[in-house]
Structure formats: structure tokens, C-alpha cells
């Protein structure tokens, strides 16, 4: 049995009744639905069953105040407001859209039968309020769980340097089905650090690619990037999550195992491993070879890119050592067809990424 609370519409004053009711069904209605839509991504696109049951329980408590009471006032023919509809209501450019699109629904009605809904019956507000921060800590959650899951099917991880065609060459890799870039500059000046990131930014959650930047936690909050990636030299991992929160991605580099597990012990979200070979991006560092890659795929226990120095005629061999994530610079940045590169790439680590995944599923006597 439903447990419904007791509604006092007849206190209202006449004209007031059908009005009222009116605004309440259609707003229950809308965060009913919209909560529909988010949880269906919960469910079928993320595959996390506690996203999918918040969403579940928060539209079933909604349900209790969807009374016959409310409803007996609808009139869809007579209702004026049909037919209005923003343009950006006919198109969605991807699932983050959607989704961003429809938590907004939800908390704008939540809000509105907060509102009404102390003219209705004083529970009613304060019920309305606390579905509504629900709501908000829903879209937090979501947004995070996105990140990670992202971030573990990234196989490939552009990090960028300063180039004359930076968007194209970005926007080349992403059109690749690069789906993590790092915005890595270390000379250019805070305003224009500030606006590239942010344009970047913008083009990557456009392609639903993660976006990160380098060093600067100051910047990742202002452009609203996904994450940062901090180097040995770079703030504590836990002063980054302090200001970052829980729900940004946090990268770190290492060159050894015990750098590997300080960064696993304070939390990092990935690492970098290496630079395996010497390369000019980063030269000041020591090559750690092929041995720090074949460390890091027995050891890690979390995403990890080789990085340095990798290049499509040396790919192989990291692999052979056991990596199935790479990051490169000039591979891509210099790269002449940045999308073919990016797909190659790409295509590699999927081959191994599946051999392996189907090796670990054979009985050892086979694998
Ligand atoms: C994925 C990834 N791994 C390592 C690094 C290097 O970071 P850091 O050591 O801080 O050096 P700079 O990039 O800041 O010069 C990285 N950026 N990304
Ligand atoms: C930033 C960084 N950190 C370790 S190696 C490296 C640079 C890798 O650049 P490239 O892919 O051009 O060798
Ligand atoms: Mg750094």
C-alpha cells in the first residue's frame, strides 16, 4: 500500500484549486520523467545499479504526491504552454547533453513543487526540498562515475604542446576516437592558458572526451576540466582533492615503483609511467626503459599510461612489456594525419586489450 499523504485542497480558496493542482501534477509529471531518462543511462549506459537505484527511489517517493486528486485537474487540450518549446529541446549533441539537460528538468521542478507545494500542504515543501538536494547530490555522483568510467576505457591519452594548430590537431585526434586530452603548455602566459584551455575544454566535451590540464589546479577549476595531472614537483595529491573534490580526475608521474606506490597510497585517479624512452618533450627526465613499464603491469592496480618517447614504430615493444594505455605528444602533435595516427593507435591497444582480457578468461592450462 502506498503510504499517501493527506492533501488539503479544498482549504484553498476556489479559483486557486484547479491552478494550483494543475502546477503540481505537470511538475511531478516533469521530474518524474526526467528522472526516467537519467536512470535508463544509469542502468543501460553506465551499468551501475546504485546510480539507477537513487534515481528509482527518488521517482517512487515523487509518485506518493502524484495523488488521483492532482491528476482530476489535468487538461492537456486547455493547457497554453504545449506548444512553447526552446530550440535547444529539439536537439541533443550527445549523451552528456541529454543528461545535463534532464537533471536540470528534474531540479527546476523539484524547486517549483517545493514552492507550490507549501501553498498545498506544509510537508509537501519541505519534502520537495530534500529531493531536491538529492537530486543535486545525484548529479554529482553521476558526473563522477562518468569520469572514472571514462577514464578506464581511455586506452590512448593525447597530452598536447603548443602549436600553431592546436584545435585542429585536437579536433583531428577526437574525430580519431581520441577520448582524453591533456592541455599542457609551460610557457604560455595565464591569459591565454586561460582561454585555450576553456576553448579546449569545450571541444573536447563536445566529442564526450575527458578533458585535463596539466599542473594547475587553478585552471582545472576555472575552465571546469575534468582533472588535473600533477608531477613529482606539482601540489599533494590530497591538497589537489581538497580543492579539486571527489569527483575530478587527479593523474600523477612516476619514473619509479616507489613513486608508483605513493601515488596509489595517496589516491591518484591514473598514472603516468616514464618517460620510457629519452625524448626532447621532456628532456631533463632520464629514460626509465622498457623494465618500469613490465614493473607497472604486474604492480599496478589502477589505469596507467606509458608515456615518452612512443611513436607507432616503437608501440610494440611497449606493449610487449605489458602496457595497454599509452600517452603521447609529438606522435599526434606532429603527427601529419593526426586522425589516422589516432586511430591506429587506437586500434592497437584494443587488439591487446582484448587478447589479454580474453587470455585472463581462458583456465590456466590454456592461457
Ligand atoms: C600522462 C602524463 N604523464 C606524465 C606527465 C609529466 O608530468 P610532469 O612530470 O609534471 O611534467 P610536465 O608535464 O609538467 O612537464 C604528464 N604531463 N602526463
Ligand atoms: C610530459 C612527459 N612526461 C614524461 S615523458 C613526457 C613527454 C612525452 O612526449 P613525447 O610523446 O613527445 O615523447
Ligand atoms: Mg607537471
Known amino acids: 500500500m502506498v503510504d499517501r499523504p493527506k492533501l488539503l485542497l479544498s482549504d484553498l480558496p476556489l479559483q486557486a ?23 535508463e543511462w544509469c542502468r543501460f549506459g553506465l551499468n551501475s545499479s546504485e546510480l539507477a537505484t537513487e534515481c528509482k527511489q527518488l521517482r517512487q517517493e515523487i509518485a506518493k504526491w502524484h495523488t488521483p486528486e492532482l491528476r482530476a485537474f489535468r487538461d492537456t487540450l486547455g493547457d497554453v504552454g504545449t506548444e512553447l518549446s526552446h530550440p535547444q529541446e529539439e536537439t541533443r549533441a550527445n549523451i552528456g547533453q541529454l543528461l545535463q539537460a534532464n537533471l536540470c528538468r ?4 523539484l524547486r517549483v513543487l517545493e514552492e507550490y507545494g507549501k501553498l498545498y500542504l506544509a510537508e509537501m515543501g519541505s519534502a520537495f526540498k530534500q529531493m531536491r538536494y538529492r537530486a543535486y547530490v545525484l548529479e554529482t555522483n553521476l558526473l563522477g562515475y562518468q569520469r572514472q568510467q571514462k577514464l578506464l576505457q581511455s586506452s590512448l591519452y593525447l597530452v598536447t604542446s603548443a602549436s600553431e594548430n592546436l584545435f585542429a590537431v585536437v579536433e583531428a585526434a577526437l574525430e580519431g576516437g581520441l577520448t582524453l586530452v591533456q592541455y599542457r603548455d609551460k610557457t604560455a602566459n595565464d591569459d591565454v592558458r586561460f582561454e585555450v584551455a576553456g576553448k579546449l575544454c569545450k571541444l573536447c566535451h563536445h566529442y564526450e572526451a575527458l578533458f585535463i590540464v596539466n599542473d594547475r589546479v587553478d ?21 589537489a582533492r581538497q580543492l579539486l573534490g571527489p569527483h575530478r580526475i587527479i ?7 616507489a613513486e608508483m606506490q605513493r601515488a596509489i597510497a595517496e589516491g591518484a585517479d591514473y598514472i603516468g ?72 593507435f587506437i586500434s592497437q591497444l584494443t587488439r591487446v586489450q582484448t587478447l589479454r582480457n580474453y587470455r585472463s578468461h581462458l583456465p590456466q592450462s590454456h592461457a
Open 17 to 39: 484549486q484547479p491552478a494550483l493542482s494543475r502546477i503540481l501534477d505537470a511538475n511531478l509529471d516533469r521530474a518524474r520523467e526526467g528522472l526516467r531518462i537519467v536512470e
Open 106 to 109: 528534474v531540479q527546476e521542478a
Open 219 to 239: 585552471l582545472a577549476l576555472a575552465v571546469d576540466a575534468d582533472g588535473v595531472h600533477l608531477g613529482q614537483q606539482d601540489m599533494p595529491i590530497a591538497t
Open 251 to 257: 593523474g600523477r608521474s612516476t619514473t619509479n615503483p
Open 273 to 344: 609511467v616514464g618517460p620510457v624512452f629519452a625524448t626532447p618533450t621532456k628532456a631533463e627526465k632520464a629514460a626509465t626503459g622498457l623494465e618500469y613499464v613490465r614493473y607497472a603491469a604486474q604492480n599496478a592496480n589502477l589505469p596507467w599510461f606509458a608515456i615518452g618517447g612512443i611513436d607507432p614504430s616503437n608501440l610494440n615493444d611497449v606493449l610487449s612489456a605489458g602496457a595497454d594505455r599509452i600517452a603521447v605528444v609529438r606522435a599526434i602533435m606532429q603527427a601529419e594525419q593526426p586522425t589516422l595516427v589516432t586511430q591506429y
